[in-house]
């Protein structure tokens, strides 16, 4: 690796980093006053193109790219910024699909550090984060490119997350789920709160369907905020097709038009999720920009989202999905079931590990009864929960797990206790799925 490329991730990484710490968050340690104050010092690059804005559960990063690859398909220069990444860290800053250069984030590290130490010298709102910096180095990033549309992924809720300083006139909810309950709250309706807190006076809002609680917080903001809102679901429907050598078949019915879509992505919650990408290109399309039913059609056909029920090899059959609480865990289950429930794929072995924070209790009976063992593992990051955690969490049901220390030496074993004509599933954590990923390809 280039040596000044190590020196400029090391200088991100040597702030606080909310992303590897293995305590609780504090709600009181986010501030969007000093991201202000960073960005106005490097002119203000978050408002120089039109923002997408997505938070949520679970899905939102699946949709952010879903977005991103209709625009482009559209003929429009697009930034993607999502998080976490799986493998390297260019994957959160992608324009048009392509990360970012080794030499960019040199550049931007060098432009951004006279103006992070001015801030963090001051320190008049708290000092700056690893997540702010990176934030703020996508943002100049996209103006230093001249994006049109930039599509940004909120981190952690949304109202005080570090994205939310854009004034993005789409403003995305994805499926809403009890998650990060330490500093969100430990309601549906308080984690929708914090997640609608990215509604914009104006804008118009596309909401994934919701339970009840939260779907009333999104609605009374939206009311609250002179916002128009698409609700899927009812606004915008989908039907599925089937599914057909990898790929995903559906029809979605928007507001504008209908479009028959094969989505290279597998996965039944990946449905809802491409219903809602649609409405929000929709709602583009109403505020002017030339994205025609072809450009969404063709901008779903080649999104390439890596980790969410990716088939890493066959023979045997591998699948990996970031599924991390217990609704996605359940959506991993009702997919596995749906698409290999009736295939004679014996034995089927679950590779697990997960970060301290989830909900391990809530993950572990939803995947249990599929599988025919269990091998407990863990990532190399650092808020991964302890393999001897996860054992005893199995226990409770009478599964008692194999062990193993790291993601490649658990894919090893799963390999040699299944043969050719088994199943492995990878999940509870992105950063898990990350690590299998290079023990398959060596790459995301």
């Known amino acids: 690796m280039d040596s000044a490329y190590q020196q400029a991730l090391d200088y991100l990484y040597s702030f606080v980093d909310y992303e590897t710490m ?19 010092r490097l002119g203000n690059p978050h408002l120089k193109a039109e923002s997408v804005h997505i938070a949520g559960t679970k899905g939102k990063g699946s949709i952010a790219a879903m977005i991103a690859s ?6 429009y ?5 999502t998080s976490p990444h799986l493998v390297d860290i260019r994957e959160r800053f992608r324009i048009d699909s392509e990360l970012i250069p080794q030499a960019a984030i040199v550049e931007l590290v060098a432009a951004l550090k006279p103006e992070v130490t001015a801030v ?37 809720g949304g109202r005080l997350d570090a994205t939310n300083v854009i004034n993005a006139g789409v403003c995305v ?26 509604i914009k006076p104006g804008s118009m809002v596309v909401s994934s369907p919701q339970p009840d609680e939260a779907a009333r917080v999104i609605e009374l903001t939206c009311l609250e905020r002179g916002a128009g809102l698409v609700t899927v679901g009812s606004d915008v429907t989908w039907e599925g ?17 209908s479009y028959r879509l094969s989505l290279p992505l597998l996965g039944r919650y990946q449905l809802e999720n491409a219903a809602v990408a ?4 929709e709602v583009l399309a109403e505020k002017g920009f030339s994205i025609s039913q072809d450009s969404v059609i063709s901008g779903l056909e080649r999104v390439s989202w890596p980790g969410r029920f990716q088939i890493l090899g066959h023979n045997p059959l591998v699948v990996a999905d970031g599924a991390h609480n217990p609704a996605s865990a359940r959506e991993l289950r009702m997919s596995l079931e749906h698409y290999f429930g009736s295939r004679s794929f014996k034995p089927a072995v679950l590779v697990f590990g997960t970060s301290w924070d989830k909900d391990i209790a809530g993950i572990v009976p939803e995947l249990y009864p599929f599988f025919d063992g269990v091998i407990a593992t863990r990532s190399r990051h650092p808020r991964s929960l302890a393999v001897s955690s996860v054992v005893a969490e199995f226990s409770k049901y009478g599964v008692e797990a194999r062990i193993t220390e790291t993601v490649s030496e658990a894919l090893s074993l799963a390999q040699a206790m299944v043969g050719e004509q088994g199943f492995i599933c990878i999940t509870g954590s992105l950063f ?5 990923i290079e023990h398959f390809t060596g790459a995301a």
């Not at 690893?130 to 981190?155: I, K, M, N, P, S």
């Not at 790929?247 to 507001?255: I, M």
């Not at 649609?278 to 290109?281: G, T």
């Open 22 to 40: 293995h305590q609780p968050r504090d709600a009181v340690s986010y501030d969007l006053r000093r991201m202000d104050e960073l960005l106005a």
């Open 70 to 75: 209709g625009l482009t398909a559209a003929g």
């Open 77 to 81: 220069k697009t930034g993607l910024y």
């Open 120 to 156: 963090n010298e001051k320190a008049a709102y708290g000092k700056l984060t690893t997540f702010e910096l990176l934030t703020a180095l996508g943002f100049l990033y996209f103006a230093r490119e001249g994006v049109a549309l930039q599509v940004v992924e909120a981190g952690l």
């Open 173 to 198: 909810i994805s499926s809403i789920n009890l998650d990060h309950t330490e500093v969100l709250g430990d309601s549906l309706a308080a984690i929708a709160a914090e997640k609608a807190g990215i």
């Open 241 to 257: 097709l089937g599914f057909d050598d990898g790929r995903q078949l559906l029809n979605v019915k928007g507001r504008l038009d």
């Open 278 to 281: 649609v409405a929000a290109l």
């Open 432 to 436: 898990v799925v990350g690590e299998a």
